[in-house]
């Protein structure tokens, strides 16, 4: 039995004719592609186990893990799509160099506290820090999110970078607050549609432990007419 795959090139759609079979995923059609029809088909992949998030796209208009991503005996017709929020460098493989720009102004690397080295940490001290740090750098939470795709012109800095600040500022020797940072980096935009959470490959409740938890704070921190100001006059730039 053969399957359909339509994979979005440079701006245009092609479709192959792929031969199917049992557990096989969309990165193996996509290799079947290179490998025997299309040799200069680009995608990214590294690992193909889920680790290195590399091979993300967009396959029938969700953002996944294409080496994770299951092809099953009713898909007849697949389409494939890079990630939509970044731009196209070839065919699958896109530019996520802005989130890296937003990453950089909220401090992403550890701020510790000084002292001769030694320090007890409790397990229940790093459980949050250590859920955030799964992050894979898949951007698939980045690409699925709402405020990110349909209103670009507000500067919010995306639920990956809000993982990779909130898994410093929970660790446990940590010594500086990026609250400050992320409420200028348009936190207060997510509309807590809990999108990023359902499609993290990873299980991080990006929604439930990092975004509200910090929207919480931000209202206990600069209270709720700072934020309406802080709302307004960023809508009006």
Not at 28 to 35: G, K, N, P, R, V
Not at 204 to 227: H, Y
Request: hydrophobic content about 35%.
């Amino acid at each position: 039995m053969n399957i359909q795959i339509t994979v979005k090139r440079s701006g245009e759609e092609k479709t192959y004719s792929v031969p199917y079979a049992p557990r096989m995923r969309i990165l193996d059609s996509l290799l079947f592609i290179q490998e025997n029809l299309e040799p200069d088909l680009a995608f990214r992949w590294n690992c193909g186990e889920g680790v290195c998030g590399s091979c993300a796209g967009e396959v029938d208009g969700k953002p996944v893990l294409m080496c994770k991503a299951e092809i099953v005996e009713n898909m007849q017709n697949i389409r494939i799509e890079p990630l939509k929020v970044f731009p196209v460098i070839k065919d699958l493989v896109t530019n996520p160099s802005e989130v890296y720009e937003k990453l950089s102004r909220l401090k992403p690397y550890f701020t510790g506290k000084e002292g001769d080295g030694f320090f007890t940490i409790y397990e229940r001290e790093v459980r949050k820090s250590q859920e955030m740090r799964k992050c894979i750098d898949c951007f698939i939470c980045y690409d699925s999110c709402h405020v990110i795709r349909n209103h670009t012109k507000v500067g919010f800095t995306g639920p990956i970078n809000i993982v990779k600040a909130v898994a410093q500022d929970s660790h446990p020797q940590n010594n500086f607050s990026r609250t400050p940072l992320l409420e200028k980096e348009g936190v207060k935009f997510c509309n807590v549609t809990r999108c990023c959470t359902q499609n993290c490959p990873q299980n991080i409740k990006i929604t439930e432990n990092a975004i509200i938890p910090l929207k919480e704070k931000i209202i206990s921190d600069i209270g709720i007419i700072g934020i309406i100001k802080s709302f307004r006059s960023k809508k009006n730039e």
